[in-house]
């Protein structure tokens, strides 16, 4: 044992105050009797009872000096050494990705729980001038505690940390956990990063800037593995889609786990508020690492739920992580979009929409004189080229803008030539489109509310945007087709089906299969259907899945890869030291409450016969 | 006064009560087996040079012309000796709570019983290693002398160190007459009363003893870290009172009170222990007579 802070133990000469105090505080009170025989004679009787007595009568003594040492050493800070992955500051990721939630424990906890107790053991060790910042790896990542020195508040933070069924966004999660390690009062000097996690770090998914220089931690990285290789078939895929001979079903069902292992793969279907039907009810016997895919023709083209389950097969245990072993998928029949396309004539739109699926194309004459008056009649899509209307058309049908006017509903600064070098955003709308050849005269200066995101920009201004105002989908193309040569690109009826479908979603019959769509408040849900439901908006369902190979492989990781580094589990090879100041602390404080209540009950009874003495005497005359 | 008149009177309708009677060298009230002066006859004898002329049956002379001389049953008088504790420790407690005032008290009703009675009454005080010879009143007799002796006793206090043992043993080295002892103290002296009294009772006396407590003695309201003053001997004794250190002084106590009980009884005296508490005319009346002392 050693004293990190020995200099306070000078304060134990405090006792030598407190015995003087004592000894001047026994002088006794002089009290003349009619005799000292009989106080002599008990005298005598409780020498039989002497060590007692004399611990009794010197128990405030006792107690002042015992509470005295224990705070002297409270203060002295003693502490033991024991073994321990801290030995400094440190920032702790805790994956609380959906392979943590796999219930493998010894006693059914799941992969999160084990994590969390683990890092309950490092707040422990956490030496007392070391500071140490918690990161909750999920999607998104969250700061749990930041350069904290308190264990109370840190591990009120590891209680209230809840894993998620999702991947986790690991590339955002270290970005955190670095500029955690830089927080205000956490020193850089020498910070460690223990990864409490099973393994499953999608770090290779990261696009754009190579791996090795964006999926690395300012300091040495130490990796706790939580769980074993626990067996797991998942439901990998579920998907329909409209065939020439009904809606047709895909499904697929995957052994992660090292054993060969039989399950039944039942797919039930479920119309509106009825019943639900098995389809079709399937063994598997999956080899592992294998995957078996089902197929189901000619259902009905209908909007319906489908839903595939896997149940262990007779004798065989449920596994250990129920997230995957079913999945869901809504069916929405395509629906035909009423579109108005209010134009002074451009023959590359009226052939695109004429070819698009799911788009009942309409063109409204333009005036001679007078302003733009829109028909009565309800449309999903407004195609305005080179014209803006006097109102904005009736919600929530969506707009696009091609090469628009000034005009209340979208503000036009003026005009820009400078429409190269283009960027594009990483958004879906731009998917499999191809900006490199195509060529723009100029464009319009937009000005961008800040709901109008900006997808193609170019120096002089945007090119292509798109954004959803109160429940109101509007595209803007800011430069008129003519003007460019991309009507004669490939990419340009990618875009245009592109922008048709985000403008159009019940168009699409594969857009409400998926969690796509549904707003970040409501991430993190586990598998389902959900319904969500806005006061501005229709009511929409959405099926959730986890459909995650990363996180479906329950398999132990013995090491991990970060920064190019292979990073094996981490052992308790430094020496931390364990704190004992807080048990002193306590026992210093209930020695002083101890000697406070003895001195204040002596002290009531003394007072209590000093005052009963006069009564008595009066009585006894 | 230690009392007035009416307290007086009540007291000398009260006799001490001795067991065996004692060959008195006086008349007084108490009847006795000898044959003497009296005026109840018992019977004649013949008359022999030197006796008492008054006491000659004139008419059996003139009758019978011998002379007989008239003998009466004699009522022999009893000696009282009260031997009062005039220790420091006596002086002890306040107003009537006082103890020496109270034995004082005490001492005066019961010489006044004796002087009522025509008993030899003398009083002792112990004080120091003996009695001093100054300090004693009597021997006295008659209630004529009833006003001498409460204001002897009213000239009194108590003062100095008591060896109640070596006091008792040096009274009784002065041969007093047999009679009826009573030892007035509160008995609180390092050396046992028993030694001194012994030596009384060998020489056919017979003993009465009246232990005299002060409320504070028997239940005293100390407590804390006290430096006990001995306020006979200036001693000091160091002690620590709690609750506890008090229930174990009253067990002390009343065990020390029972081993001096059975010290009296075992020498045939009587008993009596007073606590000042308690009025002291109703203690005469009641507790000394349930003691066996007065009736």
Not at chain 1, 303 to 312: D, E, N
Not at chain 2, 58 to 68: P, S
């Amino acid at each position: 044992m050693s004293f990190l802070t020995p200099g306070w133990l000078w304060l134990g000469l405090l006792a030598v105050p407190i015995l003087i105090l004592y000894m001047l505080r026994l002088r006794r009170r002089e009290a003349p009797v009619s005799s000292i025989l009989l106080w002599r004679l008990l005298l005598r009787d409780q020498q039989a009872n002497a060590p007692w007595q004399k611990l009794e009568r010197n128990l405030l003594l006792f107690l002042q000096l015992l509470a005295l040492t224990a705070l002297v050493l409270a203060l002295a800070r003693p502490a033991v050494p024991v073994p321990s992955l801290v030995s400094g500051s440190v920032v702790v990721i805790l994956d609380g990705s959906a392979s943590m939630l796999a219930q493998d424990g010894q006693d059914g906890e799941t992969r999160f729980e084990i994590a969390r107790l683990a890092a309950l053991e490092l707040v422990g060790e956490l030496p007392a001038s070391a500071r140490m910042s918690l990161v909750l790896a999920g999607d998104p990542p969250q700061i749990l505690a930041a350069a904290e020195g308190d264990p109370a508040r840190l591990r009120q933070a590891l209680e209230s940390s809840r894993a998620s069924p999702l991947e986790a966004d690991w590339p955002a999660t270290l970005a955190l956990a670095a500029g955690a390690a830089s927080a205000p009062g956490q020193s850089e000097q020498g910070i460690e990063f223990i990864l409490i996690s099973d393994g499953g770090l999608s770090l290779a998914e990261s696009a754009g800037t190579s791996a090795s220089s964006r999926l690395n931690l300012p300091g040495r990285v130490r990796y706790l593995p939580v769980g074993g290789a626990a067996p797991n078939m998942a439901v990998s895929a579920l998907a329909l889609r409209p065939a020439d001979s009904g809606v047709q079903l895909f499904a697929q069902a995957h052994n992660y786990g090292p054993q060969p292992r039989q399950a039944i793969l039942a797919i039930y279907s479920q119309v509106g508020e009825g019943v639900e039907t098995l389809l079709e009810a399937r063994p598997l016997e999956l080899a592992p690492g294998s995957a078996h895919s089902v197929v189901l023709e000619g259902l009905p083209d209908i909007p319906a739920r489908y839903t595939a389950r896997l149940q262990p097969s007779r004798g065989q245990a449920a596994d250990s992580f129920p997230l995957d072993d079913a999945a869901y998928a809504l069916y929405t029949p395509a629906q035909t979009g009423r579109t108005l396309l209010v134009t002074p004539g451009n023959l590359f739109l009226e052939q695109l929409l004429a070819s698009l699926e799911g788009v009942q194309a309409f063109r409204l004459n333009l005036p001679a004189e007078g302003a733009l008056e829109l028909p009565a009649a309800d449309y999903d899509l407004y195609i305005f080229d080179g014209v803006a209307p006097a109102q904005s058309p009736p919600a929530p049908a969506s707009v696009l803008m091609i090469n628009p006017p000034d005009s209340p509903l979208l503000p036009v600064t003026g005009v820009f030539t400078a429409t190269q070098p283009a960027s594009l955003s990483a958004s879906a709308l731009l998917a499999a489109v191809d900006w490199s050849n195509v060529h723009i005269r100029q464009a319009r200066q937009v000005s961008q509310p800040a709901w109008l995101t900006p997808l193609i920009s170019a120096p002089g201004g945007a090119l292509l945007l798109a954004g959803e105002q109160e429940g109101r989908r509007l595209a803007v193309l800011s430069f008129a087709l003519q003007d460019s040569d991309l009507p004669l690109q490939t990419t340009y009826p990618i875009l245009m089906a592109n922008l048709v479908r985000y403008l159009l979603p019940a168009s699409d019959p594969l857009a409400s299969s998926s969690a796509a769509g549904l707003p970040s408040s409501v991430s993190g849900l586990p598998p389902g259907f959900y319904t969500l439901e806005r006061p501005d908006l229709p009511a929409k369902e959405y099926a959730v899945n986890l459909f995650s190979p990363l996180e479906s492989d329950l398999a132990a990781r013995p090491e991990i890869q970060l920064g190019g580094q292979s990073i094996p589990p981490a052992a308790s090879a430094e020496t931390g030291q364990r704190e004992l100041w807080p048990w002193l602390a306590a026992s210093g404080l209930l020695a002083l409450l101890a000697e406070w209540a003895l001195y204040q009950s002596r002290r009531r009874m003394i007072s209590g016969w000093r005052d009963l003495l006069p009564a008595w005497r009066a009585a006894s005359r | 006064m230690l009392f007035d008149e009416a307290t007086l009177r009540k007291l000398t309708r009260l006799t001490l009560i001795a067991n065996q009677v004692r060959a008195g060298r006086m008349k007084g009230e108490r009847r006795s087996s000898r044959k003497g002066a009296s005026l109840e006859f018992a019977d004649y004898r013949d008359y022999s040079p030197g006796d008492d002329l008054r006491r000659l049956d004139w008419k059996a002379y003139g009758r019978l012309e011998r002379a007989f001389l008239k003998l009466f049953e004699e009522e022999e008088d009893l000696a009282v000796h009260i031997l009062l504790d005039a220790s420091g420790s006596m002086d002890w407690g306040e107003g009537d709570l006082h103890k020496f005032n109270y034995a004082l008290r005490i001492t005066g009703a019961l010489g006044a019983i004796a002087l009522a009675e025509g008993d030899q009454l003398s009083v002792r005080l112990l004080r120091g290693q003996g009695a001093d010879p100054l300090e004693s009143l009597g021997p006295l007799r008659g209630s004529g002398n009833t006003l001498r002796l409460l204001r002897y006793l009213e000239g009194l206090r108590p003062a100095g160190e008591t060896d109640l043992s070596a006091a008792l043993r040096r009274v009784a080295a002065d041969r007093p007459r047999p009679g009826l002892v009573f030892l007035i103290s509160d008995l609180l002296s390092p050396s046992s009363f028993t030694d001194g009294l012994s030596a009384f009772l060998r020489r056919g006396s017979e003993a009465a003893v009246i232990q005299v407590l002060a409320p504070d003695e028997l239940d005293p309201p100390l407590a804390g870290d006290l430096r006990l003053l001995d306020v006979e001997t200036g001693a000091f004794q160091e002690v620590s009172l709690d609750s506890g250190a008090r229930r174990l002084y009253r067990q002390r106590l009343e065990a020390w009170q029972a081993e001096l009980q059975a010290s009296a009884v075992k020498y045939r005296a009587r008993w009596a222990t007073l606590s000042t508490a308690e009025p002291w005319d109703q203690v005469v009346q009641a507790s000394l007579w349930k003691a066996g002392m007065v009736t």
